[in-house]
C-alpha cells in the first residue's frame, strides 16, 4: 500500500513526482505530499496535506517547489489518522532529512521510547517517523547518509520500502527494501525510484527491481546497490514492455470500465501464446526450469492454491478445474489463513500455486515462504513482472494482462482463469487424464471465449439498465452452485468493494440453510444459472426466492425461454460447456457491480479503504 516517487537528475521534480504520485494513487490515497531540495536556499522544502494527489497538485500550483531532487507519497493509512501531521514526507529534529516510507515498522514504540529519550521529538502518530529520527541519530554520529540509513534499517522490524534525502548531501537519494517493493529506474543523468513501474514509464522503461535488505544510493550519473552489510551487488536493469498508453485511461470515465473490456484481447493474448499446432506450452515449467520438470509435475500428489480476494476466487475455480480435468485433490484456501494453519499439510509431492496480480499480497508471499520451507514446489501465477513473488516462486506463469490500475480486479480475474484452465489442461496431458480428443475439444472451447465475451460486451445497455434499476437495493445475495458458486463470491465481492452495498455470495444449494431467511421484497438476488447440469436445481432455487418476493435477477445462457417466463430481469451469455462458464458469467457481474456503484456516484477506481497491493497483513 501507499506510493512512493522518488527523483534525481536535471528536470522540473515537482512536475515529475506529481505525474508519478498520479500513476500510484490506486496503492494509497488517503493523503499525499512532496519534499525537494531547494538548491537556492540549499535546504528542503516540503508540501503535504490530507485528501487525494489532486489537493496537492493545488497547493503546489500556489505554492511551487523548485529543484531536481526530491521525494514524494501517497498514503494509504495504518498509524495515525489521514490528516496533513502524518502525512508522508517526516522530516528529522533539524529539517536536514526528509524520508517517505510503504510498509509497517513493528518495532517502533521501543524505537520512539529509545529516542524520546534521547531528546528527540515526534510531530506525527505515524510509525514512519521513527525511521528518520533514528537515521538522523546515526547521521550525526560522524555516519554518511548511506551508512546511517543502513544502520536504522538493520534495527527496524516489519516491513518498509523507504526512499530519503538530505540536505547535507545533495548529490544523493536512497532507497531501502525490506518486505516492500521498490524499484530503481535508470535514465540519462537522473535516476529514480518508486514503489511501481507506472510511476515512471513516462521518463524510462529500464528498471531493477530490488530484493530483500538492499539499499541504493542514487546520483544523477551512478546507482550503486549494497545489501544491509554494505557488501555490493551487481543487478543488469530488465526492460519493462508495458506502454504508458496502456497505463493511461484513453478516453474511458473509468479504468475499471476500460479493463473490463479488454478481457477479450487480453484471453486471446494467452491463447496465442499457449496453443501452438493443437499442443499446450508452459516453456517456463518445461525441461528448462530443472524444479519443475513435467516428470515431476505429472507426479505430485495433491495441489493447493493460495491467493486473497478476487485471486482467491479464481483459485477455488481452479479447484474445480483440476479436480475435474486432471482427478487430483485440490485445496483452495485464503493466504492469511494458510499461513497460520495450512502449510504443515504440505510437503515435497504437493504443489503450491500462489495467485496474485500484485505480486506483493503480503499473506501470499508468506504461504510461499511457508510452503517452501515445507518442501513444496510453488508456481505462482501473477500480472507483474519481477514483483517479489515471482522472485521468490520455483515457476511463475505471466497472466501478461497489461498493467490493471482500477482497484476493483476485472482483467486479471479472467486472465487467470485462462491460465488455470489451460495448466490444467497441460497437466492432464502429464498426468494422462484425458484423451487427445477431448483435449482438441477443450482447446477449441477456449478458442471460442474472447469472441463469446465481445458478444457480451457489445450489448451493455441492457446490463446497465438493470443495474440502474436495482442501485438503490440496500443488500445483494449472489447465488451459484458447482463451479459458478465462486462466481457468486466473486461477483458480491465486486459489488461491495465499489459500491459499498451489502453483498454476500452463496452456493445456491446452501440457501435453506440459513440466507433464505434474508429474502423479502427488498433483497436483490442474483442467479447465475447457465446450462448445466444443476440447471433445474437452480431453477428451483429462484421459485424459492419468488415465492418470497426476493428480486432475483439472472444471468442465464442465450436461448433459454424457462428462466424468460420465470424472471424478468435476465442478463443473458453465449452457450458454452459449464465448465467454461466462469470466464464468460464475470463479464455481466463486473459489469453489473461497476454501473451501480456509477449510479450511487461512488469513485468506482478508488473505492473508500482500499488499496490495489495489500503490502502489510
Ligand atoms: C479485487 O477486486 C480486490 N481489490 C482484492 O480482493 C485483490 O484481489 C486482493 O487484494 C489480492 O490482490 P493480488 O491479486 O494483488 O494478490
Not at 172 to 185: E, F, Q
Not at 422 to 434: D, P, R, S
Not at 469 to 487: D, Q, V
Not at 522 to 533: D, G, N, Q
Request: aromatic letters at 8%; hydrophobic letters at 40%.
Amino acid at each position: 500500500m501507499c506510493g512512493i516517487v522518488g527523483y534525481i537528475g536535471e528536470r522540473d521534480g515537482q512536475k515529475l513526482l506529481l505525474n508519478g504520485l498520479k500513476c500510484l494513487e490506486y496503492r494509497g490515497y488517503d493523503s499525499s505530499g512532496m519534499a525537494i531540495y531547494l538548491e537556492k536556499k540549499k535546504a528542503i522544502s516540503l508540501r503535504k496535506l490530507s485528501g487525494k494527489v489532486k489537493n496537492l497538485e493545488v497547493l503546489l500550483e500556489k505554492k511551487p517547489l523548485f529543484g531536481s531532487l526530491g521525494i514524494a507519497h501517497t498514503r494509504w493509512a495504518t498509524h495515525g489518522p489521514p490528516n496533513q501531521l502524518n502525512a508522508h514526507p517526516h522530516l528529522d529534529c533539524k529539517g536536514e532529512i526528509a524520508l517517505v516510507h510503504n510498509g509497517i515498522i513493528e518495532n517502533y514504540r521501543e524505537i520512539k521510547q529509545m529516542l524520546l529519550k534521547e531528546t528527540h521529538t515526534f510531530r506525527s502518530q505515524t510509525d514512519t517517523e521513527v525511521i528518520v529520527h533514528l537515521i538522523e541519530k546515526f547521521y550525526y554520529k560522524d555516519a554518511s547518509l548511506e551508512e546511517a540509513t543502513r544502520r536504522a534499517a538493520k534495527l527496524l522490524k516489519g516491513s518498509f520500502a523507504i526512499a530519503l534525502f538530505s540536505d547535507r548531501e545533495p548529490d544523493k537519494l536512497i532507497g531501502a527494501r525490506c518486505g516492500s517493493p521498490l524499484i530503481v529506474g535508470l535514465g540519462d543523468k537522473e535516476n529514480f525510484l518508486a514503489s511501481d513501474v507506472p510511476a515512471i514509464l513516462d521518463y524510462t522503461k529500464k528498471v531493477i527491481f530490488l530484493e530483500e535488505n538492499e539499499l541504493v544510493v542514487l546520483e544523477k550519473e551512478r546507482v550503486k546497490i549494497t545489501n544491509f552489510e554494505g557488501e555490493i551487488i551487481k543487478r543488469e536493469p530488465v526492460n519493462i514492455s508495458w506502454t504508458k498508453e496502456e497505463a493511461q485511461k484513453q478516453g474511458f470515465p473509468h479504468f475499471m470500465l476500460k479493463e473490463i473490456l479488454e478481457q477479450p484481447q487480453v484471453l486471446e493474448k494467452i491463447l496465442e501464446q499457449r496453443i501452438k499446432d493443437s499442443g499446450i506450452f508452459f516453456e517456463e515449467l518445461g525441461s528448462s526450469s530443472p524444479v519443475l520438470l513435467s516428470k515431476k509435475l505429472s507426479q505430485i500428489k495433491n495441489i493447493f492454491i493460495v491467493a486473497c480476494g478476487t485471486a482467491y476466487h479464481a483459485g477455488l475455480v481452479g479447484k474445480y478445474i483440476l479436480e475435474s480435468l486432471c482427478r487430483i485433490p485440490v485445496l483452495a484456501e485464503v493466504s492469511s489463513e494458510f499461513r497460520y494453519h495450512s502449510s504443515f499439510l504440505i510437503d515435497k509431492d504437493t504443489l503450491v500455486i500462489a495467485i496474485s496480480q500484485s505480486g506483493e499480497t503480503a499473506d501470499t508471499l508468506a504461504s510461499v515462504r511457508q510452503a517452501k520451507m515445507q518442501g513444496a514446489e510453488v508456481i505462482s501465477i501473477c500480472n507483474v513482472l519481477g514483483s517479489t513473488l515471482t522472485r521468490e516462486s520455483d515457476a511463475v506463469i505471466y497472466t501478461h494482462a497489461g498493467p490493471e490500475i482500477s482497484v476493483a480486479s476485472t482483467k486479471t480475474y479472467t486472465a487467470q482463469l485462462m491460465i488455470l484452465y489451460l495448466f490444467a489442461l497441460y497437466l492432464a496431458v502429464l498426468k494422462e487424464t484425458l484423451s487427445k480428443d477431448r483435449i482438441n475439444d477443450y482447446l477449441e472451447m477456449l478458442k471460442q471465449i474472447p469472441p463469446k465475451q465481445r458478444q457480451i460486451l457489445s450489448n451493455l445497455k441492457i446490463i446497465r439498465e438493470i443495474a440502474r434499476k436495482h442501485s438503490h437495493f440496500g443488500s445483494f445475495l449472489y447465488l451459484g452452485r458447482n463451479i459458478n458458486y465462486p462466481s457468486a463470491l466473486e461477483g458480491a465481492l465486486k459489488l461491495k468493494e465499489i459500491s459499498y452495498i451489502p453483498a454476500e455470495g452463496y452456493a445456491a444449494g446452501e440457501m435453506k440453510h440459513g440466507p433464505i431467511a434474508l429474502i423479502d421484497e427488498y433483497r436483490a438476488v442474483v442467479c447465475i444459472i447457465p446450462e448445466s447440469k444443476l440447471y433445474d436445481k437452480m431453477l428451483s432455487n429462484i421459485q424459492e426466492i419468488k415465492s418470497r418476493s426476493g428480486k432475483v435477477i439472472a444471468i442465464a445462457s442465450e436461448e433459454d425461454r424457462k428462466i424468460k417466463e420465470l424472471v424478468s430481469q435476465v442478463i443473458y451469455i453465449p452457450k458454452i460447456e459449464e465448465l467454461f462458464s466462469p470466464l464468460l458469467v464475470a463479464l455481466p457481474l463486473q459489469l453489473m457491480a461497476y454501473y451501480i456503484a456509477v449510479k450511487r456516484k461512488c469513485n468506482v477506481d478508488q473505492p473508500r479503504n482500499l488499496a490495489k497491493s495489500v503490502t502489510v497483513e
